[in-house]
């Protein structure tokens, strides 16, 4: 095509490079189930994606959220209103809502993963019917508080928010922050110190903490420079006092709990990026066929073809990986090393796709005219959160002397 390849002559379809055809890997059910949320992305996310990034919109990212009813129960028991599925099918899901958005991805995260998840594996019957049923439906918004001040890598080691007993409830003072869903959630799966005494592990205590209690105070809402809509907060907590019913797990042993969702949180992450990657693939793979320099399109340069053909390598090798690992912990198996080597080669993977899409589509594709920009920018969060890319390397050292001796 002579002259500018606009964003709209592309005639762009989300997932036209993942159909069920292609993904043997899947089962029926679960490539059914693929194509009708991205169906629902389609025609509830698309419209709006542009919008709620540029403004950052937070409302309407809520909005939407709580429109996502027939998916917020992916994980939830069916005792308390949920579908009971397992870890691939939140993968699958995370892949193809990130392809369209990926606040929206992250606000979901946030509360039918992150606050759901230990709530699932540690909660009483009463707390999970009482806290799951309005995270269900969407009426409800959860969020998980582990990051202080004092400890971005080192979580546990750095963490100071104090929780004293007093009686029949907690008092609770200190701060938190980067919390994702932190100044819209009505709970908190919140992670706190009990004991001052013992080594950092064995004095941490969770807790279901409503956000209408006294005390409680949003400080700010970090404006970062990616996943715009999603709103990241810093909190602080004024002797707020939660009682000793919302415990979950046990007193002092809340690193368990911590420490039981993370495979599953990095795997889900890991299927976000993916969704990301796979968009700016599909992108510029689409502007290379379309734009013509030299009286050729792109795509026949091999400097273009090449750099298309590494990006098509790492998606489809990373969304094999995140299957299989995905399944695995479904079943029960502990793969903490596989799962840390997943997260950091597909973060590391999705910065360089969205990287590389950018300079495929050159000046256009640094505009807002195209949606790459906002992948590039959205991109390097991945090699942050959720563990760092380094983290997630020493983790796959530690194992490595775990499985197989020094």
């Not at 230990?118 to 009426?139: C, H, M």
């Not at 990616?226 to 690193?255: T, Y």
Request: net charge neutral; glycine share 10%.
């Amino acid at each position: 095509m002579e002259g500018h390849v606009h964003f709209a002559d592309l005639d762009f379809e989300f997932g036209y490079s993942c159909m069920p055809d292609r993904l043997h890997f899947y089962t029926k059910e679960e490539n059914d189930f693929r194509m009708e949320v991205r169906e629902w992305c389609k025609n509830n996310i698309e419209p709006f994606a542009e919008k709620i990034d540029r403004e950052r919109n937070y409302d309407l990212a809520v909005e939407i959220l709580r429109k996502m009813k027939p998916y917020l129960n992916i994980i939830i028991p069916k005792e308390a209103g949920g579908l009971g599925k397992g870890i691939l099918y939140r993968t699958i899901f995370g892949e193809e809502l990130t392809a369209f958005n990926y606040a929206l991805a992250g606000i979901f995260g946030a509360s039918s993963c992150l606050f759901a998840g230990p709530i699932i594996e540690f909660g009483t019957l009463e707390q999970k019917v009482k806290y799951l049923s309005g995270i269900a439906d969407g009426s409800k918004i959860g969020a998980i508080g582990i990051t202080e001040p004092t400890g971005g890598s080192d979580a546990i080691g750095g963490m100071r928010l104090k929780a004293v007993r007093e009686g029949d409830h907690y008092v609770l003072n200190g701060e938190k922050c980067f919390i994702t869903n932190g100044s819209v959630a009505d709970y908190i799966c919140l992670y706190t110190k009990t004991n001052d005494q013992v080594k950092a592990h064995q004095g941490i205590t969770a807790f279901i903490f409503e956000t209408n209690t006294p005390g409680f105070e949003v400080v700010k809402n970090y404006n970062h420079m990616g996943r715009r809509g999603m709103p990241n907060s810093l909190l602080r907590f004024n002797n707020c006092k939660v009682p000793a019913e919302n415990m979950l797990h046990r007193e002092n042993e809340g690193v368990e709990v911590l420490l039981f969702g993370l495979d599953g949180e990095r795997t889900f992450t890991a299927s976000q990026y993916l969704g990301l990657a796979r968009s700016a693939l599909e992108v510029a793979y689409k502007y290379a066929h379309k734009r013509v320099q030299f009286k050729k399109p792109l795509y026949s340069f091999e400097g273009i073809s090449f750099k298309l053909s590494e990006m098509f390598m790492d998606v489809e090798l990373n969304r094999m990986a995140i299957a299989q690992i995905a399944r695995m912990l479904d079943d029960g198996h502990n793969c903490r090393a596989s799962v840390a080597a997943v997260k950091a080669r597909i973060a590391d993977a999705t910065v360089r796709i969205s990287q590389d899409a950018v300079q495929i589509v050159g000046g256009l594709g640094y505009s807002e005219e195209y949606p790459l920009e906002r992948y590039y920018r959205d991109a390097k969060i991945g090699q942050i959160s959720a563990g760092t890319s380094e983290i997630m390397r020493y983790i796959i050292t530690r194992e490595m002397i775990r499985m197989w001796g020094k």
